[in-house]
């Protein structure tokens, strides 16, 4: 097989995994061949502009991950060699349309082998290429200790799919991995290794509607992930049933849920709530339901909280108002504590960076609260 073909057919493999990259959109804008499309990504959650070259180095897989389009069922099966891989990573980077790596893998018979594989690619980039670069490599399921240490003195950032929030739910998905053992003590050990000073970030991914997990169950795992690990950050990724897996006749999970979990792993992570107060934003099925604003939906069942009085609450109260984030409430902080300003109208809050609309019912004003758009009462 050609290494184009090889290079498309694992990128595509490697499309279900969610790392902060988004499919290259307009790749004829950024001088991009068409060809390339199935393989380079842009970073959507970096703060500087990237382009990713996301593949698997094998698609060939021992495990029987219902969902998983590479599980052992496969049939159209390739891998690449890590000089091949290695030399295509710099080939595309010389040219310009790449500037960064996530390479992932199947597991092809031992995990430690595959490992081994994936580690002699991202030596070959930054020893042989010299390649500087960003570099995230995917800790596989079963792999040893020490490789996964390895990994963590060539990568800027090491993953670990979760995938499920709990050994039960773990169960519904596949037989052949051992949640705890397999997938949850690699993770740990990527703690031990950023804790130790020999890795720079760790992230996981959880699957949504596979198995039959609750938003709550959500929430709860990405609790107990930040509060005893140094996980960076968790990503999710809305089921989407692939034909010729067991699940190809599941129905596909709402965009939308992964959208809300990302609003509620910000709430949790950046804003500083607590669980119990992302709780309220839930129904009595503990999900989001439709709320397509979970802030607007937590602070809309929490009244005892609101209004909040914009020229005399902490950063905390500030912080639970729909349209208020953490750059406005410093903003707000700042200018009131150096410039001794009290602010008066929600002109003044929308020039200090306030999302005035979703703002208006849960703050007051000098004593003044707005009922609706456009009147104080
Ligand atoms: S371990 Fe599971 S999810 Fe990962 S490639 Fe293999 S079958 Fe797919």
New binding site residues.
């Given amino acids: 097989m050609a290494i184009l073909e090889k290079l498309q057919l694992l990128g595509n493999a490697a499309s279900w995994d969610s790392c902060g990259g988004v499919k290259q959109k307009s790749m004829k804008k950024a001088g991009i061949p068409a060809s390339y499309s199935g393989f380079v990504y842009d970073c959507a959650n970096s703060a500087e502009p990237c382009r990713l070259m996301k593949v698997l180095q094998s698609n060939s897989?021992i495990?029987?991950?219902k969902y998983?389009i590479?599980?052992?069922s496969r049939k159209g099966k390739a891998g690449l060699e890590p000089i091949e891989l290695a030399k295509s990573f710099n080939s595309l980077e010389k040219a310009g349309y790449v500037d960064g790596l996530f390479l992932s893998s199947?597991?092809t018979g031992e995990a430690d082998r595959t490992a081994e594989k994936m580690i002699k690619s991202a030596r070959i980039l930054r020893e042989r290429f010299h390649f500087k670069g960003y570099m995230h490599l995917k800790v596989l399921?079963t792999m040893s200790k020490h490789l996964v240490f390895e990994m963590a003195s060539l990568a800027n950032r090491l993953s670990v799919?979760l995938?499920a929030t709990s050994k039960e739910h773990w169960q519904e998905l596949?037989s052949t991995?051992n949640y705890l053992r397999d997938l949850q003590q690699r993770l740990l050990w990527l703690d031990e290794a950023k804790r130790k000073g020999k890795l720079t970030s760790f992230t996981t991914q959880l699957i949504l509607g596979a198995a039959e997990e609750t938003d709550l169950d959500v929430l709860k795992k990405m609790k107990w992930l930040y509060e005893n690990t140094k996980l960076h950050r968790t990503y999710f990724s809305a089921f989407q049933p692939i034909r010729g897996t067991a699940l190809e006749k599941q129905q596909p999970e709402k965009e939308l849920r992964e959208y809300q979990l990302y609003q509620s792993d910000w709430l949790l992570r950046v804003y500083g709530f607590k669980l119990r107060e992302v709780k309220l934003g839930l129904n009595e099925e503990n999900m989001f339901g439709n709320a397509k604003d979970v802030k607007m939906a937590i602070a809309a069942n929490n009244p005892n909280q609101f209004p909040v009085d914009v020229n005399c609450a902490s950063k905390e109260d500030l912080l639970r108002v729909p349209g208020i984030g953490p750059k406005t409430a410093g903003k707000i902080l700042e200018e009131r504590q150096h410039w001794n300003r009290k602010f008066r109208s929600f002109k003044e809050l929308r020039k200090a960076g306030v999302a005035v609309r979703r703002a208006m019912p849960f703050v007051e004003l000098e004593g003044r609260r707005q009922a609706k758009l456009g009147s104080f009462c």
């Fill in positions: 897989c495990h029987d991950c998983c590479n599980n052992s199947a597991v399921p799919n995938e596949g991995k």
